[in-house]
């Protein structure tokens, strides 16, 4: 399989909080890879150093064969440009109605209204959000927001979308519709995705592949099956979510 993204050996600190320790992980091109863990873990904090929001204290990040940490800017926004973002709180314009959230991007690439029509109309079709064209975010429930973001991000054409917490806030039939929409973006174009939850059943879900982060290190990394078989007590106690346990909850 190639390899789409590599951290090797990643620390990040905080003044005295030691977040990453020593990350080493791979990504392949076309799968769905979970990143799981604890919340405050660190997990988001992998999202930011991806998209060039932080820079590592120590190690290396490597996108496409290609070093993206501590690079100048105009590297750092060509190699940012190969990455899609749904972030957890959706993060649309409230003053947009639905159709000028999604075009947003498209727009600011100039491109011509007519082709940004064209290509917004084939998305919102595709999510399932025909009829809300000219509805504003505070209408939509939880999981059409998530849609919508995903749409105005999936018409940027990423190689990689990553997903911070996509099943945060709704409720399970939600979140099973949301999963089901972070697979179909799959079959929309080719793409490499990477989820951060500490959703279970959605990891379970959707993932290729699923790393289990803990005191900033991954210390798993496997199939969904492989998780589940396993006999290891701290992987046990978090799929499981038990309060017992090696994990200590302070």
Known sequence: MKEKVRLINLHKSFGSRHVLRGVDLSIYEGETLCIIGRSGSGKSVIIKHLI????PDEGQIIVNGE??????????RRICGTFGVLFQGAALF?????????AFGLRRKQIQESTVKTEVDSMIDILGLCGL?????SELSGGFQKRVALARSLL??????????????????????VDSIIVRAKSI????????????????RIADRIAMLHE????FTGTPADLQN???????????GRANGPIQIS
Do not use: W
Not at 133 to 137: D, K
Not at 189 to 204: K, Q
């Open 52 to 55: 060039g929001l932080l820079d």
């Open 67 to 76: 070093r993206a940490d501590r690079v100048n800017a105009a590297d750092r």
């Open 94 to 102: 409230d003053s947009m109605d639905l159709f000028d959230n999604i």
């Open 133 to 137: 064209e000219h509805v504003f975010p």
């Open 156 to 177: 940027m054409k990423p190689e990689i979308m990553l997903y911070d917490e996509p099943t945060t806030g709704v409720d399970p039939v939600t979140a099973a519709a």
């Open 189 to 204: 174009a080719p793409l490499t995705s990477v989820v951060i939850t500490h959703d279970m059943r959605s990891a379970f």
């Open 216 to 219: 900033g290190k991954i210390i």
């Open 230 to 240: 396993t006999v290891d007590p701290l992987l046990c106690q978090f799929i499981e």
